[in-house]
């Protein structure tokens, strides 16, 4: 395959329909992979603020927002847009191939 060895298969691409997220336990992160109208993204599924799963937060307009406290990030860049949170959570590259989703280390 041409999916760079780095990459880790994750799930397919109809276990995660738009509009959802999914979190994986990577061995260098929790990842949350979110489906935005077709194109999936990978952030870090552990908020920055304290210690919670963003993958069990409202998807909102390209955003994910912290089910505990609120902080919304930007699924595209990890940006955040709301406190309290202040530090970016991470973005991790993906790739579709064959129906296939994987994720790879930053
Ligand atoms: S733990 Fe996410 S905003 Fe506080």
Redesign the pocket.
């Known amino acids: 395959m041409s999916v760079e060895s780095k990459f880790i298969r994750v799930a397919r691409v109809e276990e995660i329909p738009p509009g959802t997220v999914k979190a994986f336990e990577l061995d260098f992160d929790r990842v949350a992979v979110v489906n935005l109208d077709g194109e999936f993204y990978a952030i870090s599924d552990i ?1 920055t ?4 799963y963003l993958s069990e937060g409202e998807i909102i307009d390209g955003t994910i927002e ?1 089910p ?4 919304r990030f930007d699924i595209r860049t990890g940006r955040v847009l709301a406190l ?2 202040v530090v970016p959570v991470k973005t991790y590259p993906v790739a579709v191939e064959n129906g296939e989703i994987y994720v790879a280390p930053a």
């Open positions: 908020c603020h304290e210690h919670a912290c505990l406290h609120g902080s309290p949170a």
